[in-house]
């Protein structure tokens, strides 16, 4: 077998660096466990500082091997310029893993600038600087009390690349410093490194810091009244880990690219779950967010980002814009498989200033649903509400889809709406049903297709105000309206109010206990397939037809009123006038300064009405 010559000189040089290892036993400074060394040299790590040997400058191919027990020190332990440096727990599987305790003598003067992150070497249990291929397993660093101005007691890496952190925990014990919810920055940090793997480690009341760093990889870890930080960063993975009780959110990470979250937990932190800003290219798979007071997930100027198969629930302090998601101004963002049960204040998504979103395959449980804002490309499409107080609102918005989805709120009244579109353009509903309203305001090109309203009790099952181009189409309104209470007030199925341009299009209206379609001031236009059926209401069991409203039957129509009935007047049509006029163009019938009725000119188009009734007049029109 040939080997190259590449190869050849890796092993080479593998088992020259295992041969020239030199192992340094360090013993710990409590009597109870100060036991001979297996070998030599053996000194505390005290000793091993102050030699004037300098075992930790410069000091190549070294293992220290950490005996059971506690170590103190008061001052640092600095490894500069070294290669290959192991810091190992000797017997820590026989024995209690060996502490490494560090108490500050004096003040150490180092503080840090969130969310830019510096190192300060004069405070750190241990620090590497400038150091390649490092290994640290099986240690516990415990740091000083806390004070006023910083407690950095930790493990910091700076300008080192190789790294590899095993079955590490760094502990901060101070209470005031858990109490005052002020343990912000102690753990551990890399600055400016390439190569890193924390694996199977703890942090108790501290931080872990990323700054400037390449190819890390956090993997089994555990982060109790802690945070993460990263910042600058290129190439992350946080896998399997979990994060309580943090003072700011879970994990922030800022103009970070290539980032991975894969089934993290946090909880009960008083910011966000996690918050990425000015991120590219982040992907959260499997994150479960509970008890967060603020976002589950938000984004912020981020690009490229997909969030799958998570899990979100009893988040947030009311706020106007609180979601489980939160996307602010953010760019191609792809959302799926998504649980969310949240208190009826927060969102479940909230999308803003974005564009190019994706949002699919998404279960919502309480919460006010989604809300998109001041959004360009948004696709929704299989999304489950149930117990929502509100359903999909789309304002100031444009090329919009809410596709294949069903939509169930909890209080049915006037004042909610399963989906409500304001100021928007381009919007397609799509295979839809919802068991209350539709509202649409000073909109335009919004095209409904196949959307299903359930029995409901409310004045409007779909409304128009001031909008133009809209078109209905393949729906179905049965059994809709007030069965109880006061219906004087004339309530419709379908509502138009100063709209023009609206296009109803093979659509069924049948057995409503109110109006079918009421116009205001508004252009309708019928065609395709058009059926009014057993329609019940006080006037106009059909149509209501008010103020200069216009209706034109489109070429090749079919338009069948059958069964409707009024219980005072108008048993399919209610028209609002007192002097009517024939119209000889194409025998139509026009109705002077209030309607006008239309048959299209060119074509077959077919108007029926069939067994319509009125309690005082106009079985078929008043």
């Known amino acids: ?89 000797y017997d820590g599987d026989n024995y209690q893993q060996p502490l490494v305790d560090f108490t500050q003598a004096n003040y150490c003067g180092c503080t840090l600038n969130f969310p830019i992150y510096s190192v300060c070497s004069e405070c750190s249990t241990f620090q590497f ?20 101005t910083s407690s950095i007691n930790g493990i910091s890496f700076e300008k080192s690349e190789k790294i590899l952190v095993t079955n590490v925990k760094l502990i901060q014990t101070d209470n005031f410093c858990i109490t005052a919810k002020l343990c912000t920055v102690t753990g551990l940090f890399l600055y400016h490194t390439l190569s890193s793997s924390i694996n199977n480690s703890t942090t108790l009341n501290g931080a872990v810091v990323l700054q400037n760093t390449e190819n890390t990889s956090l993997n089994n870890m555990t982060l109790s009244y802690s945070q993460m930080f990263a910042n600058n960063t290129l190439i992350t993975t946080i896998s399997n880990t979990t994060v309580m ?96 049960h949240v208190d009826y204040a927060i969102y479940s998504i909230v999308c803003v200033l974005s564009r190019n979103c994706h949002i699919s395959d998404i279960y919502i449980i309480g919460s006010q649903s989604l809300l998109v804002l001041d959004s360009k490309y948004t696709t929704l499409q299989n999304v489950t509400v149930v117990n929502s107080i509100s359903g999909v609102e789309l304002f100031n918005s444009a090329k919009i889809q809410v596709l294949n989805s069903t939509i169930a709120i909890t209080t049915i009244n006037d004042s909610t709406n399963a989906v409500s579109i304001s100021s928007s353009s381009d919007v397609l509903l ?16 919004i095209y409904i297709n ?59 209206f049948a057995k409503n206990i109110v109006s079918a379609v009421q116009a205001i001031a508004s252009n309708l236009t019928l065609s395709g397939s058009v059926l009014f059926a057993n329609n019940t209401a006080v006037l106009g069991a059909a149509m209501i037809l008010q103020q200069k409203s216009v209706l034109t039957l489109a070429q090749q129509a079919s338009v069948v009123f059958v069964g409707n009935h ?57």
């Open 1 to 89: 077998m040939h080997i190259s010559l590449s190869l050849q000189l890796l092993l080479l040089y593998v088992l020259v660096r295992v041969s020239v290892a030199t192992d340094y036993f360090v013993k710990p400074t409590d009597e109870a466990n100060n036991r001979s060394c297996p070998g030599q040299p053996c000194l505390t790590l005290a000793q091993y500082i102050n030699s004037t040997e300098y075992y930790f400058k410069s000091n190549n191919n070294s293992i220290f091997w950490f005996l059971s027990g506690k170590h103190n020190i008061s001052s640092p332990v600095v490894i500069t310029g070294a290669h290959n440096v192991t810091l190992e727990s």
């Open 129 to 148: 600087i400038n150091v390649s291929t490092i290994t640290i397993n099986g240690l516990s660093v415990q740091g000083s009390p806390y004070n006023e």
């Open 245 to 340: 009780n943090s003072i700011n959110a879970g994990i922030s990470s800022r103009s970070g690219t290539d980032m991975i979250l894969e089934h993290v937990s946090i909880r009960n932190t008083d910011g966000h779950c996690i918050r990425i800003e000015f991120g590219r290219n982040t992907t959260i798979l499997g994150a479960n967010a509970t008890h967060c007071k603020e976002n589950g997930i938000e984004l912020r100027g981020a690009t490229n980002n997909f969030i799958r198969n998570s899990f979100f629930a009893n988040l947030g302090t009311p706020l106007p814009t609180s979601a489980a998601i939160g996307l602010l101004n953010t760019y191609k963002t792809s959302i799926q498989n998504i649980t969310v």
């Open 430 to 445: 799509h295979n839809i049903t919802i068991n209350s309203s539709v509202v649409i305001s000073d909109a335009t090109d």
């Open 450 to 508: 196949s959307v299903t309203i359930m029995a409901i009790k409310v004045k409007f099952a779909m409304s128009v105000y001031k909008s133009s181009n809209i078109t209905i189409e393949n729906c179905r309104f049965i059994e809709l309206g007030i069965p109880e209470g006061d219906i004087t007030a004339h309530p419709a199925v379908v509502f138009l109010y100063y709209s023009t341009d609206i296009h109803l299009s093979n659509c069924v």
């Open 566 to 622: 009024a219980t005072t007047v108008g048993g399919a049509l209610f028209v609002e006038s007192d002097t009517f006029y024939s119209n000889t163009d194409s025998g139509a019938i026009y109705i002077s300064s209030v309607c006008m009725i239309e048959m299209g000119r060119e074509g077959v188009t077919t108007l029926e009405f069939i067994n319509n009734s009125a309690g005082s007049g106009g079985d078929v029109v008043y």
